[in-house]
């Protein structure tokens, strides 16, 4: 698997978990209704589908790399869906994450 493809599963994945939690919230706190949640509960279990689609058959893995990208694409929506401005420590801690993923997922290893 390319890394370009396992970065755009991560992206896919994020994107559904994320639409799929911020969907809900907007259900349940937004006071939006059964229909909100109820999508929010499919994305979240596309996001669960998803996220198997990665090449490595290590779930641990797999789920500690995609940690990073959830965290980095969690302050993403919250600037394009809710107008947040994350802050400094916002940004290099995102960039940690995002550091960690690469070495966890795409980092030399000896088999």
């Known amino acids: 698997m ?16 994320i639409g799929g939690a911020w969907l809900v919230w907007q259900g349940v706190r937004e006071h939006k ?3 909100w949640i109820g999508a929010g509960v499919i994305a979240l279990g596309v ?5 198997t689609l990665q090449e490595d058959a290590n779930f641990g893995r797999i789920l500690a790399a995609y940690g990073g990208v959830f965290v980095a694409g969690s302050l993403a929506w919250g600037m394009a869906v809710d107008g947040y401005r994350p802050d400094r420590a916002d940004v290099i801690g995102a960039l940690i994450c ?3 993923v690469a070495v966890i997922m795409y980092a030399p290893r000896g088999h």
Not at 4 to 10: C, D, E, K, M, T
Not at 47 to 51: I, P, Q
């Open 33 to 35: 209704g059964w229909a």
């Open 47 to 51: 996001y669960g589908f998803v996220a």
């Open 98 to 100: 995002l550091a960690g």
């Open 2 to 17: 390319t890394v370009l493809r396992s970065i755009a599963l991560f992206v896919a994945a994020a994107l559904f978990e």
